[in-house]
């Protein structure tokens, strides 16, 4: 329950963002953003990073199912050559 009111609360707050800015760049794995029910993605439209030599081509395909199926539109993938962000 605290967890899916945490979800709801970082989605409201990513919600008003992405109403003030053009786009917003979201570090997380790809299993907090294909939630069908939960996402905190607010915005339908979404870009894939994937870590260059880490992530897996059977996740990619995974993420991209998982997110059409929850209505979003994938544009594509960025491929990054750097440590993942520490946030």
Known sequence: VAAAGALRDMHD???RMARRY????LAVPISYAMLATNTIVPAPD???CAQVG???IATLRAGVKGLRSAGKLVYGIVLWDDE???I
Do not use: G, H, K
Request: hydrophobic share 55%; no cysteine.
């Open 84 to 86: 993942r962000p520490r």
């Open 22 to 25: 053009d786009f917003i760049v």
């Open 13 to 15: 707050a990513l919600e």
């Open 54 to 56: 880490v992530t897996r």
């Open 46 to 48: 979404v870009i894939i």
